[in-house]
């Protein structure tokens, strides 16, 4: 080995982040590199020359050094100094060539403290998660509840589900309200048996749903129920009055066995006012009533749903697409008068038409279009929108805020800031 082959070795040795520890065959320090004040907080060279009997338990326990001497083989142990580090210590003898005497022990010792903290936060995440998904898991399943709007109403429903009360639920069309009341079922005692929807309107055309209609009056239908069930009665302010009342003699003769759940899009208070809806039946429905805000009064939902139900298509039509930034706001900004099954739709149209992996916003309906930056209106919000529009396209055609900053003008930190605050997704 030449002098600078020589001197790059020490180098190596010395600055290595692994500790590097010998002794020879009587425990004594040969040599030790700079790791050993990290681990030990002791310089190298006030160990050169120590028994490393000696050391042990003043600096760490257990030796594997003294296990090496002691069984003449290669030993793995986790060490703990006394500084709280935890080692990971692999220990080997080396042996005199021409006599097989043992003649020294090289330990390495790794600085494992970092390690297990880390893996002791990632396990602790990871059973924060596991408790939360099955929180959520076991409450909301597939809704998506990001506002706290829909955190009330399914929270509201987890409890009513306890109970074998009537349940009114009332909101706009596609709010989701038999999403709702299937949950509410399947969280219900009533979850083993079936779950079965009846529309109102309609009621009249169907005969199979007339025959249930005799069964539940407790008349001989050909209908038979299972032994417990959920009726979800759709649209009860188009049930025509002589089936309301048949319904309420159900209601006040039932054995429990059937959970009942109503929903409307109307306001029943009003049919009742106009003389369109039972009073009495009226009162015996709205027990429990659960109103879902239409989705253009729950925004934070918005881009979750979006998101939810872009991956869902993707998934079932095997696609990639995207949302540009721009197209994003702009569905944040339409008012949704269809709710959530408008969405549904739009973005299942919307992956299976577009022709480019990123759906942009011209490739939206005009109406979503033309709303995206349209009723604002006091002048801040005015501006905030008109800012949000700036933002959000500058993004979309630059895609770094350093660009977005320098084409508006602004500092990047401001652009960053602003990104943040109109492109959450
Ligand atoms: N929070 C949500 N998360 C995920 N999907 C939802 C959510 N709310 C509604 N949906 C979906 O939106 C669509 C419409 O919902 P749903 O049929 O429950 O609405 P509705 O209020 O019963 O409508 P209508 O009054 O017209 O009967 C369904 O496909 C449903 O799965």
Not at 38 to 59: C, F, H, M, P
Not at 274 to 295: K, S
Not at 350 to 366: F, G, H, K, N, Y
Request: with cysteine.
């Amino acid at each position: 080995m030449t002098m600078k082959e020589n001197h790059l070795f020490e180098e190596i040795v010395e600055h290595s982040v692994d500790e590097i520890f010998v002794i020879d065959r009587n425990g004594i320090v040969l040599y030790v590199n700079e790791a050993c004040e990290t681990n030990y907080g002791v310089q190298a060279d006030r160990l050169i020359g120590a028994s490393i009997k000696n050391l042990e338990d003043d600096l760490f326990t257990p030796s594997a050094t003294l296990e090496v001497l002691k069984r003449q083989r290669p030993v793995e142990i986790m060490q703990r100094t006394t500084r709280g580090k935890r080692l990971f210590v692999k220990s080997r003898p080396v042996f005199d060539k021409e006599t097989g005497e043992l003649t020294k022990v090289i330990s390495y010792a790794r600085d494992l403290s970092d390690l297990n903290e880390l893996r002791e936060r990632v396990q602790k995440l990871e059973k924060q998660l596991e408790d939360q998904s099955k929180t959520q898991g076991a409450v909301f399943g597939d809704i998506i509840a990001e506002s706290d709007e829909i955190q009330q109403v399914l929270k509201a429903s987890s409890r009513i589900a306890l109970t074998d009360v009537p349940v009114l639920l009332s909101g706009e069309t596609g709010v989701g309200k038999t999403l709702l009341a299937k949950k509410i079922h399947s969280l219900s005692k009533y979850s083993d048996g079936v779950f079965q929807e009846i529309n109102c309107a309609e009621l009249p055309k169907q005969n199979r749903q007339i025959e249930l209609f005799k069964y539940l009056e407790g008349g001989e239908g050909l209908v038979e129920l299972p032994d417990r069930c959920t009726l979800l009665f759709d649209e009860i302010s188009e049930m025509p009055l002589h089936f309301q009342a048949n319904l309420l003699k159900t209601l006040e003769n039932s054995d429990k066995s059937v959970r009942f759940i109503f929903s409307t899009s109307h306001n029943l208070e009003e049919k009742v006012q106009n003389g369109e809806f039972r009073g009495d039946l009226y009162y015996r429905l709205n027990i429990l009533p659960v109103y879902i805000p239409p989705l253009r009064n729950r925004k934070n939902d918005i881009y979750p749903l979006a998101n939810h139900f872009l991956q869902t298509f993707n998934e079932e039509y095997n696609q990639h697409k995207t949302f540009s930034p721009i197209a994003l706001n702009a569905l944040y900004e339409y008012e949704w008068r269809g709710n959530i099954r408008e969405m549904e739709n739009l973005i299942q149209r919307l992956v299976i038409m577009s022709e480019t992996t990123e759906i942009t916003i011209d490739q939206l309906p005009s109406i979503i279009k033309a709303g995206s930056i349209s009723h604002a209106e006091t002048l801040p919000e005015k501006l905030e929108q008109m800012e949000r529009y700036l933002i959000t396209e500058a993004y979309d055609l630059y895609g770094s805020s350093y660009k977005v900053a320098d084409s508006l003008g602004i500092s990047q930190s401001s652009a960053m800031r602003k990104i943040k605050k109109y492109m959450k997704s």
